[in-house]
């Protein structure tokens, strides 16, 4: 055993992992608290460097295990959209959607069934249902992240340097996400 291993009071930092873990699996119906725990400490095992500097900073410990224990939730959760098969949308998906917004609903209706050059795609049913569920999406989305898709993906204008690219494309990754979120949602809802 290493000393910073030694050093380190493990029992507070394993009620804490214990606490945390039961508050996320309540609040993420696709893990266990168990497996949220085991994630927790073993994220602080491979954080042990930091942990003994930090391991009487009850409120920072708290946070470092909250990060972990939603980061595993998350991928769970990721994985389990894609496994669960049912449909989910991509990143691609996501910037024909927005795309779609420089059309009228009406317009859009009026060229059902036709290939569109401007959004090199045939417009269905789906790119309707994509386009109402990006709208649901866009709206729950930082203020921040709407400016950006919305001048890069719906205006088409070019973003202003290296930074807003990068920015423009995780603002698209997280609106698929939220897309899929508002797609969970329905179902869910019409289940009931």
Not at 23 to 44: N, P, T
Not at 56 to 79: M, N, P, Q, S, Y
Not at 173 to 185: E, G, I, P
Request: glycine share 2%.
């Amino acid at each position: 055993m290493t000393t910073e291993a030694a050093e380190i009071d493990w029992a507070p930092i394993i009620d804490l992992a214990g606490k945390v873990s039961r508050e996320i699996a309540a609040r993420w119906s696709v893990v266990e608290a168990d497996d949220v725990k085991q994630e927790i400490l073993l994220h602080m095992m491979e954080e042990k460097h930091l942990i003994v500097k930090y391991q009487d900073d009850e409120e920072l410990l708290r946070k470092i295990c909250w990060t972990a224990g939603k980061r595993f939730a998350a991928k769970e959760r990721a994985h389990y959209d894609l496994m669960d098969d049912q449909y989910f949308y991509t990143p691609d998906e996501a910037r024909l959607a927005l795309r779609s917004f420089l059309y009228t609903d009406e317009e859009l209706g009026d060229m059902m069934g036709k290939e569109d050059d401007l959004l090199r795609c045939r417009i269905t049913d789906n790119l309707v249902s994509a386009r109402i569920d990006a709208a649901t999406a866009l709206k729950k989305m930082s203020k921040r992240h709407q400016e950006v898709v919305t001048r890069v993906f719906i205006y088409g204008l070019p973003p202003v340097d290296e930074a807003e690219r990068r920015m423009s494309h995780r603002a698209v990754d997280a609106l698929a996400l939220q897309m899929n979120r508002v797609l969970r949602t329905k179902r869910r809802d019409e289940k009931e």
